[in-house]
C-alpha cells in the first residue's frame, strides 16, 4: 500500500510536469499579453524597458527554463505581473485558504446531506420523501449559482437583514455563500447517492442479510452504504478542485477575496505568472484528490486490488 | 402453531407425477433484452410523462417561433414588457419577443446539452471500462492520461479553441467542453467496472472463452448502466450550465445565436424590475432537467436486468 | 446557566454600544469596481481604482474640486514663461508617523517615474520636463531631470515646451524614500508597506474585498476633515451594489439602468445627482480597408446609425447620443467645447439626408458594385454584457438603412484590442474616456502618435491640433479643437461617434460636502455626515 502511494505520489509530479508544460505554451500561443491588455498606446521605450523587466521578450521556450529554474532553485512562482510586488506563491496560498473555508464546507455540508438524503430517497423509493426529494434535487442544479446568489442576496439582507451583504471578515459573512456554494453539490449527490443505493438494495446479500435477522439500520450502515458510495466519491475528487476556480461567481457577488477571481482576472489580463500558479494549484489539487479517492476505493470496496496485485 | 404439530401422514398426499413438458413450458413470451426493456418503461407512467414533457420541449425548440409568429431577432419599440396576450413571455430589453427568443435559445442548449453529453459518455464509458477491464500498467496509464487531460485549465483550453476555429459559436464551446468533459465519465465507468471485475459471472464469461470484447458490451455496460445514465442525465444540464457560465465570463455564444443559459445571464440584470426576462429561461433549463432526470430514472429502472419483474 | 445569561447580556449590550457608535460616526463605505493593482503612484501597472484611494491617503501639490485647480499640497506656486519653469512653496505637511514632507519626496517620486527600469506607464506625460524623454529611454541619468529641490519647502520643475494643462495632468505626488526602498517591488501592496501624508491613511486591505480608510492625525488640514473612517469595498456586480446601497451597506453607488433609480428617486433616504462622463462610445473604421479607406463610405456608416434608437434601446435612453467627439464633461478652465461649437456630425447629416446613396456614391468612386446587398462588413467586438445587444443594434441599423450584411466577430479584450491596433480588422466599436486635458481625445488621432487605431490621417488635422497645445489663450485654443473636430469627425469620418456617458450617483442623503465633478481629484476630505 504504501508502495503505491509513493508510486502515485511520483505519478502526481509528472503529471503537475506535463501539465504545467502545456498550460504554459498554450498560454502563451494565445494573443495578448499583459501589455496588451492596457489601453492606452504605451511609448516604444516603455515597451522594451516592461519587456525587459518581466523577461517576456525572450523566445518562450527561454521564458519557460527561466520559470523552471524559479521553481527548482528558489521555490518561486515569480510575480504578479498586473498586481506587482504580489508573489503567486503567497497569493496562492493565503486566498486559497478563503476560497476553501467558503467552497470546501459547501462540497462538504452537500455531500454528507446529499448522501444521507439520496439514502433515505432510494430506501423510501416512489413514496412521498424520494419525490420531494427529487424535486429539490433537480431545483439544486436548475437554477444557475448567480441567480441564487443574487436571489439570496437580496432576501435576506435585504428584505430580512439577517447577514452582511458584502464583505468578508465575520463568521456571518460567510453563511450566505456557503448555503448558495451548497444546493448544487447536494443536489448531485443526493441524485447519485440514490441510484446506487438503489442498485445495492436490489441485490442478494442485502436480501440475505435482512433474512439474517440484521436490523435496518444495520444493514444501511454495514452493506448499503460501503457499496454504492463510490459514484459519489469518485465525483467528489474534481468537485473539491472546481472549488478554487469555480467559486468566482459567488465572490464577485459577495465581494469575497478568493482565488477564484484573481484567476479570472488574471486569464483575460493575460498576467501569465499568476495563470500558471493558479492552473499548478488547481492541478495539484484535482491530482490530489484523485489520488484520495483511489485510496478510498481499496479501503471501502476489497474486491478493487490495486493495480499490480493482480 | 409448531410445524412439528402437525399430523402429517402419507395418506394426506397423493401423487401427482411430473409433466416432463411442464419444465420445459416457457412462462414467459420470449424477448429480447430491448424489447423488455421497452416493456418496462412504457410501465412506468412517470418515465413516459417526462418523455412526453421532453418532446414537447423539443417540438417546442422547433417549432415556437412558427407558432407566437415572431422573429426573435427582430428589435421593436415595445421593450420590457410583461408577459400578456400579444407576447406570451414578454419582451427583452430590446423589444424582441421572448416566447420566440427563448424557442431558439432552446435549440443552441439542447444542442450543446444532448450532443456534448452523449459524445462524452459514449467515448468516456467505452474508454473507462477498457480501462478498468485490462486493468494494470494500461489501466495505470490511461488513467494518469486522463488525469492530465482533465487538469489543463478549461477556460484556457476555450479561448484557445474559439480563437484557432475563428468563432466563438456553438461548435468551438461544444468541441472545448467535449474535449474535457469525457473525463469525468471515464472515472465514473472504470469505479464501477472495477468493481464488477472480478465477479463470477465475469470469470465465468472469460472460463467460457468470451472475448473481452463482448464482455465488456455485454455485461459490463449493461451493469453500470445505471450509472451512467445518471450521469448523462446530469451531464446535460451540466453542460448548458457551462456554456451559461462561459456567457457569464465573457466566452459564450454570441449574436445572432442564444442560449438559455445567456438568455438567464442577460436576464439576471433586469432580475428586481423585470423577472419573468429571467424565468422563463430559468423554467425551460428546470423542466429540461426534470424531464431528462426522470426519464433517465426510468430507463435506468428498465435496463437494469436486477429489477426486471 | 446564570453564566450564559450574563454573558449573552453582554454580548447584547456590546452589540448595541456597537450599532450606536456606528449610527453617530462620521463614517461612510464606498466602493470601487476593481481591485487596485497597486498603491504605488508611479508604479508600471497603476490603475484607476489605486489612483482613486491615493487621492485620500496621498497629498498632490495640487488637486481638481469643483473643476477647478486648487493648490493643496502647494502653499503657493510661480511660473516663468521666459524659462517655462514652475516653482513651488509647499505647505507644513507631516507623513502619518510623524516625519515632515519635503520638497526632496516630491522630487523623489519624479525620480522614479523616469527610471527606464520601473517602466512607468504614462511617461508621456512627463516628456515636457527637461530631458525626461532621455533619461526614460536610457540615454541620460536620472540625476539630468529637470526637477530639483533647492530646500525642503521649495520644489523646482523646468519644461521643454508650453504645456497648458501641466498642473492637472501631471502626477505630483511625494513618495517617502525610505519606505519604498525598504519594500522593494512591493511598495505599495499591503498596509505595512504603504505611507500615507493625505487626509486618510491606509488601516485595513483585504484584497479583492475591502481597503479602510481613517483620518490621518498629521495631515496639514486635520481640523477640516471631518470622516473618522472611509471603507472602500471591492465589487463589480450590479445587483449586489444595489442590495447593499438598500440596505445602507453602500452610502455611495453609481448606476446606469434607470430602473434602479427609480427605486431611490422618491425615497428621502437617498439622493440623486447626474453627471456627464467626459467618455465616448463609437464606431472605429480602419482607413486601411478596401473598403473604408473612402470617406464617403465612412460617411454613410456614421449617418445609418440612428443614434437616438441606439440609446433607447441600449440604455433607456439615459445616455445621450453624440454627434462629436467631446462630450460637455471636457472643456478648459470650466467653458466647454460644446458650450461653444455645435457637433459637427449633425450638420454632416443635414447635409447628406439619405446615408443609402451616399454609400452608393462611395462604392462608385472605389469602382466597386454600386449593390450594397453584395457588401459583407466584419463587424469586431470585445465580449462583455452588452455585447450580444450591441452587434444585433448594428446588423439591424446598416442592414435596414444601407442594404449591407454584417457578420460580427467577438474576442475577448486582449485579443481585441490587440487585433484593433495591428489594423486587423475592418469595423469595429469600443469606448474611449477623455481628460481633463482638452488635448488628449484629439492628440490620439495626431499622424505621429496614431493611437487611435483608425489608419485615417490629415495634416490639416495635426496643424490645428497642435497649434491648440501650444496656445495658452484658453479662447483660441477651443476654437482651433473645434475646427480639428470637424475635420476627424464629419469630413473624414475616422470614427462615428454613437454616445456619450451619464452617470447618476446615489448617495446615503444624509452625505453633504460631496464633490459630483467627474475630474475631482478631491477625495473625501470635504464630505461629512448631517442629519
Not at chain 2, 430491448?34 to 412526453?52: H, P
Request: proline content about 4%; overall charge negative; hydrophobic content about 45%.
Amino acid at each position: 500500500m504504501l508502495k503505491y502511494i509513493l508510486k502515485r505520489i511520483l505519478y502526481m509530479f509528472f503529471v503537475l510536469l506535463i501539465v504545467t508544460t502545456i498550460t504554459f505554451f498554450l498560454m502563451h500561443f494565445i494573443p495578448g499579453d499583459p501589455l496588451t491588455a492596457m489601453v492606452q498606446k504605451l511609448p516604444e521605450q516603455t515597451k522594451i524597458n516592461y519587456y525587459a523587466k518581466y523577461g517576456l521578450d525572450k523566445p518562450v521556450y527561454i521564458q519557460y527554463l527561466v520559470f523552471l529554474k524559479g521553481i527548482f532553485t528558489q521555490g518561486t512562482l515569480g510575480e504578479s505581473i498586473r498586481f506587482p510586488g504580489r508573489n503567486v506563491m503567497d497569493v496562492l496560498q493565503k486566498y486559497s485558504g478563503f476560497s476553501s473555508e467558503i467552497g470546501l464546507v459547501a462540497v462538504a455540508i452537500g455531500f454528507v446531506i446529499g448522501v444521507i438524503l439520496g439514502t433515505l430517497a432510494a430506501l423510501k423509493q416512489n413514496k412521498l420523501p424520494d419525490r420531494v426529494l427529487g424535486v429539490i434535487a433537480i431545483l439544486g442544479i436548475s437554477v444557475p449559482v448567480y441567480i441564487l446568489g443574487t436571489v439570496f442576496q437580496y432576501l435576506f439582507t435585504v428584505k430580512w437583514p439577517l447577514f452582511p451583504t458584502l464583505g468578508w471578515g465575520t463568521p456571518a459573512h460567510k453563511v450566505l455563500p456557503i448555503l448558495c456554494m451548497s444546493f448544487a453539490p447536494l443536489a448531485t449527490y443526493t441524485r447519485y447517492m440514490r441510484s446506487s443505493v438503489l442498485d445495492v438494495i436490489n441485490q442478494d446479500y442485502i436480501t440475505m442479510a435482512e433474512a439474517k435477522g440484521l436490523s435496518f439500520s444495520q444493514v444501511v450502515r454495514h452493506h448499503v452504504l460501503r457499496n454504492s458510495i463510490l459514484p459519489s466519491l469518485t465525483i467528489l475528487g474534481p468537485n473539491v478542485a472546481d472549488v478554487f476556480t469555480g467559486s468566482f461567481v459567488i465572490e464577485s457577488i459577495f465581494s469575497i477575496p478568493g482565488l477564484g477571481s484573481y484567476y479570472i482576472t488574471a486569464v483575460n489580463d493575460r498576467d501569465f505568472p499568476m495563470i500558471i500558479g493558479c492552473a499548478m494549484f488547481y492541478t495539484a489539487i484535482y491530482v490530489l484528490s484523485l489520488l484520495v479517492v483511489d485510496i478510498l476505493y481499496v479501503i471501502i470496496d476489497p474486491r478493487i486490488r490495486l493495480a499490480q496485485d493482480k | 402453531m409448531n410445524t412439528f404439530d402437525l399430523n402429517l401422514s402419507d395418506d394426506l398426499f397423493t401423487i401427482e407425477g411430473c409433466n416432463a413438458d411442464e419444465g420445459e413450458k416457457l412462462l414467459r413470451p420470449h424477448t429480447t433484452f430491448l424489447k423488455d426493456a421497452w416493456r418496462r418503461l412504457r410501465n412506468n407512467k412517470i418515465a413516459i410523462a417526462a418523455m412526453c414533457l421532453l418532446i414537447l420541449i423539443a417540438l417546442y425548440t422547433l417549432f415556437g417561433t412558427m407558432i407566437c409568429g415572431y422573429d426573435p431577432t427582430k428589435m421593436s419599440k415595445e421593450m420590457n414588457q410583461a408577459p400578456s396576450l400579444k407576447h406570451w413571455f414578454g419582451t427583452d430589453k430590446l423589444g424582441r419577443d421572448l416566447f420566440a427568443r427563448v424557442s431558439i435559445g432552446g435549440r443552441v442548449s439542447m444542442l450543446i446539452g444532448v450532443v456534448g453529453a452523449l459524445i462524452t459518455t459514449l467515448f468516456g464509458s467505452i474508454y473507462g471500462s477498457v480501462s478498468a477491464f485490462i486493468g494494470g500498467k494500461v489501466d495505470a496509464i490511461m488513467m494518469r492520461f486522463v488525469e492530465i487531460i482533465s487538469s489543463i485549465p478549461y477556460l484556457i483550453v476555450v479561448i484557445m479553441l474559439s480563437l484557432m476555429m475563428n468563432d466563438s459559436g456553438v461548435k468551438s464551446i461544444l468541441l472545448a467542453l467535449c474535449i474535457v468533459g469525457w473525463c469525468q465519465t471515464a472515472r465514473l465507468v472504470r469505479g464501477q467496472v472495477l468493481q464488477l471485475v472480478n465477479s463470477d459471472y465475469v470469470t465465468a464469461a472469460r472460463t467460457l472463452g468470451v472475448s473481452n470484447w463482448k464482455i465488456i458490451l455485454r455485461h459490463m455496460i449493461p451493469n453500470t448502466m445505471s450509472v451512467i445514465i445518471v450521469n448523462l442525465t446530469f451531464r446535460i444540464p451540466n453542460y448548458i450550465f457551462s456554456e451559461a457560465f462561459l456567457s457569464y465570463v465573457g466566452l459564450g455564444i454570441s449574436s445572432p445565436d442564444t442560449s438559455w443559459g445567456s438568455l438567464a445571464s442577460a436576464g439576471k440584470e433586469n432580475m428586481f424590475f423585470h423577472p419573468y426576462q429571467l424565468f422563463f429561461p430559468a423554467l425551460m433549463i428546470a423542466l429540461t432537467m426534470l424531464s431528462f432526470t426522470l426519464f433517465g430514472d426510468g430507463l435506468r429502472d428498465a435496463l437494469d436486468p436486477k429489477l426486471r419483474r | 446557566m446564570k453564566k450564559l445569561l450574563t454573558a449573552l447580556a453582554c454580548a447584547l449590550l456590546l452589540m448595541a454600544l456597537a450599532v450606536c457608535a456606528c449610527a453617530d460616526g462620521q463614517e461612510i463605505t464606498v466602493y470601487r469596481t476593481n481591485e487596485p493593482t497597486t498603491l504605488d503612484r508611479v508604479a508600471a501597472t497603476i490603475d484607476e481604482a489605486g489612483k482613486f484611494i491615493l487621492w485620500d491617503a496621498s497629498e498632490p501639490l495640487f488637486r481638481i474640486e469643483e473643476g477647478a485647480t486648487v493648490l493643496s499640497g502647494a502653499e503657493s506656486y510661480s511660473y516663468d514663461e521666459a524659462t517655462m519653469t514652475y516653482t513651488f512653496t509647499l505647505r507644513d505637511n507631516k507623513w502619518q508617523d510623524g516625519v515632515k514632507v519635503t520638497a526632496q519626496d516630491y522630487l523623489y517620486s519624479f525620480q522614479r517615474m523616469v527610471d527606464p527600469k520601473n517602466a512607468y506607464g504614462y511617461i508621456s506625460d512627463i516628456y515636457c520636463i527637461v530631458n525626461a524623454e532621455d533619461i526614460y529611454a536610457g540615454k541620460m541619468d536620472v540625476s539630468e531631470l529637470g526637477v530639483s529641490a533647492p530646500d525642503e519647502k521649495t520644489l523646482v520643475i523646468q519644461l521643454n515646451e508650453i504645456t497648458p494643462a501641466f498642473l492637472e495632468v501631471v502626477p505630483l505626488y511625494p513618495q517617502r524614500q525610505d519606505f519604498v526602498e525598504a519594500a522593494g517591488d512591493a511598495y505599495g501592496i499591503d498596509v505595512d508597506k504603504f505611507i500615507s501624508c493625505g487626509p486618510f491613511k491606509l488601516t485595513a486591505w483585504e484584497h479583492n474585498s475591502y481597503l479602510t480608510l481613517e483620518k490621518n492625525d498629521q495631515y496639514w488640514d486635520a481640523d477640516n476633515v471631518k470622516l473618522d473612517k472611509v471603507t472602500v469595498l471591492i465589487t463589480n456586480d450590479a445587483e449586489a451594489q444595489y442590495s447593499a446601497m438598500l440596505n445602507g451597506t453602500l452610502d455611495y453607488c453609481r448606476f446606469t439602468s434607470s430602473n434602479y433609480i427609480n427605486t431611490f428617486l422618491n425615497d428621502d433616504r437617498f439622493q440623486v445627482e447626474d453627471a456627464v462622463l467626459p467618455t465616448l462610445t463609437f464606431v472605429l473604421f480602419n482607413g486601411n480597408d478596401d473598403l473604408l479607406k473612402n470617406a464617403k463610405i465612412r460617411q454613410a456608416l456614421s449617418l445609418a446609425i440612428d443614434r437616438e434608437f441606439f440609446v433607447e434601446a441600449m440604455y433607456e435612453g439615459i445616455y445621450p447620443p453624440a454627434y462629436g467627439l467631446l462630450s460637455s464633461a471636457i472643456g478648459i478652465n470650466g467653458v466647454a467645447l460644446r458650450d461653444v461649437a455645435e457637433e459637427p456630425v449633425k450638420a454632416l447629416a443635414e447635409a447628406n439626408p439619405d446615408p443609402k446613396a451616399l454609400f452608393i456614391e462611395g462604392l462608385t468612386e472605389l469602382g466597386m458594385d454600386p449593390d450594397p446587398s453584395k457588401i459583407t462588413l466584419t463587424f469586431s467586438i470585445s465580449s462583455g454584457a452588452t455585447t450580444d445587444d450591441t452587434i444585433a443594434l448594428y446588423q439591424a441599423m446598416w442592414g435596414e438603412t444601407l442594404g449591407v450584411n454584417v457578420v460580427a466577430d467577438v474576442s475577448e479584450w486582449a485579443s481585441f484590442w490587440s487585433d484593433c491596433k495591428a489594423g486587423d480588422f475592418q469595423i469595429g466599436t469600443l469606448a474611449w474616456s477623455g481628460e481633463v486635458d482638452i488635448s488628449f481625445l484629439f492628440n490620439l488621432f495626431l499622424t505621429d502618435s496614431a493611437q487611435m487605431p483608425c489608419f485615417t490621417y490629415s495634416s490639416e488635422f495635426d496643424e490645428l491640433v497642435i497649434k491648440a497645445n501650444k496656445s495658452m489663450d484658453a479662447d483660441e485654443r477651443l476654437a482651433l479643437y473645434a475646427q480639428a473636430e470637424k475635420i476627424m469627425m464629419a469630413d473624414l469620418a475616422a470614427i462615428a461617434p454613437v454616445c456619450y456617458r451619464v452617470q447618476k450617483d446615489v448617495l446615503n442623503s444624509k452625505i453633504k460636502g460631496w464633490d459630483f465633478n467627474v475630474f475631482s481629484t478631491a477625495g473625501h476630505r470635504h464630505v461629512y455626515l448631517d442629519d
